[in-house]
């Protein structure tokens, strides 16, 4: 026996399709290679993490009276006492497919 589908149900199964694709666009191109120049700063950053706590103390004052604050980071990289340099060179490496286009200075 062959049952019959409704008018357009293709059609509405196609657009779905389409549309799931679409918004998953931005998500995937996100997991994807980042430029070589991009990967260096990001990467940098990580490796100066690897060296140890990082922070910031901001003070300020407004109309409504003074303003203080304190941030402090603690890095996974730290934690487990990998090296910077080496760090640095996988990230790179992960993020681009390929090394470093230029060393790392901290």
Partial sequence: MHHARPPGSQTAVARL???TGILLL?????CGPVSPEL?????????????GP?????????NKGFQ????????SDFIMG???QLV???????????????????
Wanted: hydrophobic share 40%; proline share 7%; glycine share 12%.
């Fill in 17 to 19: 399709a389409g549309l």
């Fill in 26 to 30: 931005p998500l995937l191109a996100a």
């Fill in 39 to 51: 990967a260096a700063k990001q990467c940098t950053e990580r490796a100066r993490a690897a060296q």
């Fill in 54 to 62: 990082t922070g910031k103390i901001s003070l300020g004052a407004s």
């Fill in 68 to 75: 203080s604050g304190i941030e402090v980071g603690i890095s």
């Fill in 82 to 84: 990998r090296d910077p």
């Fill in 88 to 106: 640095y060179d996988n990230c790179v490496f992960d993020k681009t497919g390929q090394g470093p286009i230029r060393p790392l200075i901290l």
